[in-house]
């Protein structure tokens, strides 16, 4: 039995769509070697609501939920289909789990989706769907999340929790310059405590990771991370995909369990 992998995209700014940077040919590399996947579940940020939904429409549109920036970007659209019975499943796995939960038809996709998707599956052929990110989710419940979705990968289904790794807009600059040290120090200590599986730690970041409130004055960009860490099966080692520092301060790195190691491009 083939089982779909995981993974954590950091899906910076809206730009990502028009420059793909160092990132974009890395997941590219990765989608081109993925083979059997059915549907792809996206948990993004963007999508923030009460409590749980899921995407249940056949065909999502392409939500432009962002402002002020090139108008190249509004053009763009990520045609792919949705899965409504996959969503369906997805929907009574979070209730088995002990969570409120709905469907919704009418939801598109938002650019944590598609801006990182554009990469990883070009052709647009794979069906997607989203579950949302209830407003009180902390990262034990984010955690909770992925543990409950995990079962879909065994049909196909291959999760993704979309964010950015650091995520201060505050603090973005353009131009250039270095990067700023306190994003690549929090970088650095999620990549090895992800590596040595510590959950304990990973739960308790806020007090235990350096720079951790100035990386994420708000969680919601790193709360996707602990749903795809949620995910990953026993024994799966952690993949590193490096992005390198978008704007100074906003680390594109991705983590990805149950990758081919070939495309896992840890440097």
Avoid at 97 to 113: C, K, M, P, S, Y
Avoid at 244 to 260: A, H, K, Q, T
């Amino acid at each position: 039995m083939t089982i779909s992998p995981v993974l954590y995209v950091s899906h910076g700014a809206p730009t990502f769509a028009l420059d793909p940077g160092t990132l974009g040919p890395r997941l590219r590399a990765v989608g081109s070697n993925l083979f059997g996947i059915k549907a792809i579940a996206v948990v993004s940020p963007h999508w923030q609501t009460s409590n749980f939904k899921v995407m249940s429409g056949s065909a999502p549109a392409t939500l432009h939920d962002f402002a002020g920036f090139p108008q190249a970007l509004y053009a763009l659209t990520y045609p792919a289909p949705g899965h409504p019975e996959y969503a369906r499943e997805a929907a009574r796995l979070i209730a088995e789990a002990g969570f409120t939960v709905g469907l919704d038809e009418q939801r598109g996709f938002d650019h944590g989706a598609w801006v990182p998707l554009r990469y990883l599956q070009p052709n647009a052929d794979v069906p997607v769907f989203q579950v949302s990110m209830p407003r009180w989710l902390n990262p034990r419940e984010a955690l909770a999340l992925g543990r409950a979705l995990t079962p879909l990968r065994a049909r196909g289904v291959m999760l993704i929790g979309s964010g950015s790794l650091t995520h201060n807009l505050g603090d973005l600059r353009s131009g250039g310059g270095d990067d700023a040290p306190y994003a690549r120090e929090f970088a650095d200590w999620i990549d090895a405590t992800l590596t040595a599986n510590d959950t304990a730690q990973l739960l308790d970041y806020r007090q235990q990771a350096p720079h951790a409130e100035r990386a994420h004055p708000s969680e919601e960009h790193l709360l996707p991370l602990l749903v795809a860490y949620g995910a990953r099966l026993e024994g799966e080692v952690t993949h590193v995909i490096r992005g390198g520092m978008s704007y100074g301060s906003l680390s594109m790195d991705c983590f990805g369990w149950g990758l081919p190691p070939a495309r896992a491009l840890r440097r």
